[in-house]
């Protein structure tokens, strides 16, 4: 039986590491639902779409197609790469309030859903365990402490050759962290059948290790 793996946590927590080598591990897909906001967001800003017009809000999650590459997972939004220009600033910045509209979550919702639906996937994001696959047959959820998560972002926006201080990267992920958990529509929980994985005092062998073996004790018949 295909299984479903649900990886929630705050931002910059590992979840999509952990869920990328656990999918290559295991030969499942790989979804990573941060980045379909992220798509959003940027179509947003591209567009000047407010925030707090509904219409202008319904009319571009009409016009927006939200696709991955497949092997790469690269994002695609209406057929263009965007993969690196999701993952900068500007969009970091402005994702949270977008992700916390319900007429963007009740458009991208169904969608994770329906890449979901046949099984043998891990999803990673922040109501996957809770709103998009409740009855997940492996719940994960991530933390490490606020320093190591800052250390991690910087080291990934410099990888990336973007330019960003200490400072400015805490905050965004402390905002971040602070909307995500606090909006009304499926805000950032713990699913109380989740399992904590807490990576502050793991290397990154030893996390997807812990990852892999509560992968293997999911019951075969679940
Ligand atoms: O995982 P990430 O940093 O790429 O996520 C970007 C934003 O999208 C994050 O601020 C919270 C939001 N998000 C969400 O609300 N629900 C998800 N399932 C995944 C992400």
Do not use: W
Request: aromatic share 6%; hydrophobic share 40%; with cysteine.
């Amino acid at each position: 039986m295909p299984h479903t793996i649900a990886i929630d946590g705050y931002s910059a927590c590992g979840k999509s590491t952990l869920a990328k080598a656990m999918a290559r591990q295991l030969g499942y897909r790989y979804i990573d639902t941060g980045a379909m906001y992220r798509m959003v967001t940027l179509y947003f800003q591209r567009n000047d779409i407010d925030i707090s017009d509904e219409g202008a809000i319904a009319g571009a999650m009409e016009r927006i197609k939200i696709d991955f590459v497949p092997g790469s997972n690269d994002a695609l939004l209406n057929g263009e790469n965007v993969e690196d220009e999701i993952r900068g600033l500007a969009v970091s910045n402005f994702v949270s309030p977008v992700a916390a509209l319900s007429a963007v979550r009740s458009a991208i919702v169904p969608q994770q859903r329906r890449m979901g639906e046949e099984g043998s996937v891990v999803m990673d994001g922040r109501d996957i365990g809770t709103v998009v696959f409740p009855n997940a047959d492996l719940k994960i959820f991530v933390t490490a402490d606020m320093d190591v998560r800052t250390d991690r972002r910087l080291a990934e926006l410099e990888a990336a050759g973007q330019m960003a201080d200490r400072q400015s990267v805490a905050d965004n992920l402390r905002e971040r962290d602070y909307i995500d958990s606090n909006r009304a529509d499926s805000p950032l929980r713990q699913a109380e059948d989740a399992v904590v994985l807490d990576n502050s005092n793991l290397n990154l062998e030893q996390f997807i290790a812990r990852g892999m073996e509560l992968a293997r004790a999911i019951p075969k018949q679940s």
